[in-house]
Each structure stands twice: as C-alpha cells, then as structure tokens.
C-alpha cells in the first residue's frame, strides 16, 4: 500500500525551508527519500530504520516517527540544486524487501 | 559508490515488436533487481522482482507473459517488452540494493520507452 506524502507541490525561493512529509497506514520497517529531476533516474538522500531516527546530509534533514508511522523531509535554506521531485519509499513489517513509493512532491526553487 | 547501468536510455519501437531493456550493476552483484514503471507526473510503480537464478516476481496486475524478466547472472537482469502497444510507452527503471536491508536503492538511469 502506497505512502501518502504531502504536500503535492510546493514552491520556494532560494534560502527558505520546506517540509514534505510521508505517512503510511501501516507499521514500516524503514523510510526512504529520494530526489528525481525531471527525466533521470531516483537518486537516493537518505534512510531511515525502525527506531525513530534522524539524520541529515548537508541542509537536506530527516525524521521517522516510528509510532506514528510517518516521516518528514526538511529542507533548510534550499538551493537552486533542490529543485525535483521528492518521493519517499516504505519498507513495511514484516519487511518484504519492497518498496511502495509515495506520490512525489514538487519542489521548485526560484532565484 | 554502487552505480547500476541501464541501457539503452531511449527507444522508439513500432507496435507489435518487442524490446529489450538491460540493467547491469557494475561494482556489484545484484542478485536481486526490481523493475520500476513510471508514466509522466506519476510516481514510480513496482512491476517486478528479478532474482538471479529463479523466476521474477511479478505484482498483481502485471502481465508476466508480456513483461519477460531474465536474471541471467548476478550483474544482468533484463526486461523484454513483448508484442509492444502504445500504452506501454513508459519510462521503465531498475533498481538494486548495495547492501544489506540497511542502505537504499540505486537506480539506473531509465529507459523512455515510446511506441508508435
């Protein structure tokens, strides 16, 4: 069953922050984030195990709220380089080794 | 870093001919490989799951018989289009895990797939 993320689009100057989230229906093994530009492949940011963990890379942040069974994306002070689709992935319990992608959500960054 | 290789990266096919899509992972073994359809603005759909050595997966909904999964080897899987029609044009990627169920996915680069 596929995640719900939200917001679907979101628009942004260079500099201002953002958060998408990611919520599943079902108690989740792990979450993944992933950026697509248009017309390439995924790229994976980041994961995030059964836990509740947190973690980051440069100003692109995560958290899994495991009891909740949701996770959000937040981007801090964001560059023209974020622009793309974010999408995140569920691994469920018992993990199955299958990812269920969400919508996507848009980001696009203006100067 | 783990790179998979997708090829070819666009294809233009007549209907009723079949294509052939190919994933290698290069610095790898990969024995297991999913296969992804993507239509434009949508997200991204799993079709299939291909083992090295055993017969695909395929999730509910997927024509096995028109989607043919090969795992020839722990660094090729391949996905053959059979009897193409134009709504299977798509954009079609693999992925592949490097690791274990700790580390995520890389994915190739996609096949645009157009049939006229």
């Known amino acids: 069953q596929q995640p719900v993320q939200s917001p679907q689009a979101v628009i942004l100057r260079e500099g201002e922050d953002a958060v998408i989230n990611c919520s599943s229906s079902?108690?989740?093994?792990?979450v993944h984030w992933y950026r697509q530009k248009h017309g390439e492949a995924p790229v994976f940011l980041m994961i995030l195990l059964k836990g509740g963990e947190q973690k980051g890379h440069d100003k692109i942040s995560a958290s899994f709220n495991e009891k909740k069974q949701q996770s959000s994306l937040y981007l801090t002070a964001s560059q023209l380089s974020y622009s793309g689709t974010y999408f995140c992935?569920?691994?469920?319990?018992?993990?199955?080794?299958?990812?269920?992608f969400g919508a996507g959500t848009t980001v696009t960054v203006r100067a | 870093g783990a790179v998979v290789s997708q090829h070819p990266s666009w294809v233009i096919c007549k209907s009723g001919t079949s294509v052939k899509i190919e994933c290698r992972s290069l610095?790898?073994?990969?024995?297991?490989m999913f296969w992804y359809r993507q239509f434009p603005k949508q997200s991204l759909m799993l079709m299939a799951t291909?083992?090295?050595?055993?017969?695909?997966?395929?999730e509910q909904g997927v024509e096995k018989d028109k989607f043919l999964i090969n795992h020839a080897s722990l660094t090729l899987s391949t996905l053959t289009v059979t009897s193409a029609h134009p709504e299977d044009s798509s954009f079609y990627i693999c992925s592949a895990r490097f690791g274990g169920a700790n580390y995520g996915y890389t994915f190739g680069s996609g096949t645009r797939l157009t049939v006229v």
């Open positions: 079902k108690a989740l093994y792990s």
């Open positions: 291909s083992n090295e050595g055993s017969k695909a997966t395929y």
């Open positions: 610095d790898f073994q990969a024995t297991t």
């Open positions: 992935g569920t691994e469920g319990i018992p993990n199955d080794y299958k990812l269920s």
